[in-house]
Structure formats: C-alpha cells, structure tokens
C-alpha cells in the first residue's frame, strides 16, 4: 500500500516534470510585460503585441532567437528554451529602451 502511493507520487511527479508551459509576454508601446520572465527548461515562450507599433523581440546574444517584426493583436511563433540561463533581449526597432529578459530555470 506504502509503495503504491510513493509509485502514484513519482508517476505524478515525472509527468509534471514532462509536461512544458507554454508562456506569453505582452508587447506594450515601450516594454515588455513581463519584464523578466522565469520559465523552466523546454518551455516555450510567445510574443504577443498589444500596442500599436511593431516590435520584435530579438536575443541580445548572436540573435539566439528573433521573433521578427510582430504587428498589432498579432503574435510571434513559440521560442522554446532548451538551455538554463539569462537570455536578455530587446526590440529591433526601439533598441534598449525596450528590453527584457528570460531567465531559464532547469
Ligand atoms: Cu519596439
């Protein structure tokens, strides 16, 4: 009986450990929202621009990744972060006065 619950606890545990979350980070007129996301590895994160001007969310680092120009109401295709680290990125458009940061946990 003991082993079966400590087995149910360890499936459980494995599948929420599978399982990736799919985030969303607002583009504002001159941020993101949020402005540091913590996300774990193999999440996958999007881009969603809810103000009137393009951004884009582009890694500061060798342009790791690069959503591209996003419009208005649209939003980028999924980044998913396979490596634990700080991955700062900015806007394209408006350099460093739009910037923002994922940080990824393992
Ligand atoms: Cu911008």
């Known amino acids: 009986m003991r082993f079966q619950i400590l087995f149910s606890a360890l499936l459980i545990s494995t599948f929420a450990n599978a399982a990736s979350t799919a ?5 504002k007129s001159l941020s993101y929202e949020p402005r540091t996301l ?3 590895v193999g999440d996958s994160v999007r881009w969603k621009n809810t103000a009137y001007t393009n951004h884009s969310a582009t890694a ?4 790791s990744f690069d ?3 996003i419009k208005k109401d649209q939003e980028s295709k999924p980044v998913v972060f396979a490596k634990p680290g700080k991955y700062p990125y900015h806007c394209s458009i408006h ?3 739009m910037a ?3 940080e990824v946990k393992p």
Do not use: F, P, S, Y
Request: hydrophobic content about 35%; aromatic content about 0%.
């Open 23 to 27: 985030h969303v980070v607002q583009m």
């Open 38 to 40: 913590e996300v774990k």
């Open 60 to 63: 500061d680092e060798n342009k």
């Open 67 to 69: 959503t591209g120009l």
């Open 95 to 97: 350099g460093t006065a």
């Open 100 to 102: 923002g940061t994922i």
